[in-house]
């Protein structure tokens, strides 16, 4: 049985594409309603890792999280969507909508690292720069049970993704 009861995230061709930092979206792209409907709330992210006791069953829900992005194609997986601090290969794209909220697409070659940005789509989607760069995302993850759980080289590494998101916009 799985830990995880969430419809598939994201469709490949739903990805969206920049171009000189000015972001565009495929015309077959789901409309920020749609994907923020398949997404889970911190809530239950917080309320789901609390259900667990063991770290190991932890980690198999993490890894469970990760396996729910859909990888990038090779073409996006590019130096302008790449994000350094990390020791996996971290990519990302994002968008704007209308109404200045923020959508976030990840992908990783490791696992553990793309079930923490699962849970950085879970915090940061559907949010103004404004509410992006108040969040404490470690205040988050220890109330998941996980920040005593992450080694230093990770945390360092989700620490370069969490600068870059809110980091926009200054």
Same mark, same amino acid.
């Given at each position: 049985?799985?830990?995880?009861?969430?419809?598939?995230?994201?469709?490949?061709?739903?990805?969206?594409?920049?171009?000189?930092?000015?972001?565009?979206?495929?015309?077959?792209?789901? @409309?920020?309603?749609? $994907?923020?409907?398949?997404?889970?709330? !911190?809530?239950?992210? &917080?309320? %789901?890792?609390?259900? #667990?006791?063991?770290?190991?069953?932890?980690?198999?829900?993490?890894?469970?999280?990760?396996?729910?992005?859909?990888?990038?194609?090779?073409?996006?997986?590019?130096?302008?969507?790449?994000?350094?601090?990390?020791?996996?290969?971290?990519?990302?794209?994002?968008?704007?909508?209308?109404?200045?909220?923020?959508?976030?697409?990840?992908? @990783?070659?490791?696992? $553990?690292?793309?079930?923490?940005?699962? !849970?950085?789509?879970? &915090?940061? %989607?559907?949010?103004? #720069?404004?509410?992006?760069?108040?969040?404490?995302?470690?205040?988050?993850?220890?109330?998941?049970?996980?920040?005593?759980?992450?080694?230093?080289?990770?945390?360092?590494?989700?620490?370069?993704?969490?600068?870059?998101?809110?980091?926009?916009?200054?």
């Amino acid at each position: 049985n799985s830990y995880l009861d969430v419809p598939y995230l994201m469709e490949e061709e739903t990805i969206a594409e920049s171009k000189d930092n000015n972001q565009e979206v495929k015309n077959n792209e789901p @409309s920020l309603k749609e $994907i923020d409907d398949r997404i889970m709330t !911190i809530d239950d992210l &917080i309320s %789901n890792f609390n259900m #667990i006791d063991d770290w190991n069953d932890k980690y198999s829900y993490l890894i469970e999280l990760g396996r729910e992005i859909t990888p990038f194609p090779s073409e996006e997986k590019i130096e302008e969507n790449r994000i350094y601090g990390c020791s996996a290969s971290v990519w990302w794209k994002y968008k704007i909508d209308e109404n200045s909220k923020y959508s976030f697409l990840f992908d @990783s070659d490791a696992l $553990i690292v793309k079930g923490l940005l699962y !849970i950085l789509m879970v &915090i940061f %989607n559907q949010k103004n #720069i404004s509410e992006i760069q108040n969040i404490n995302v470690f205040e988050l993850f220890n109330k998941m049970g996980l920040s005593e759980h992450l080694s230093n080289q990770r945390q360092v590494g989700i620490s370069s993704v969490i600068a870059k998101i809110q980091n926009l916009g200054k």
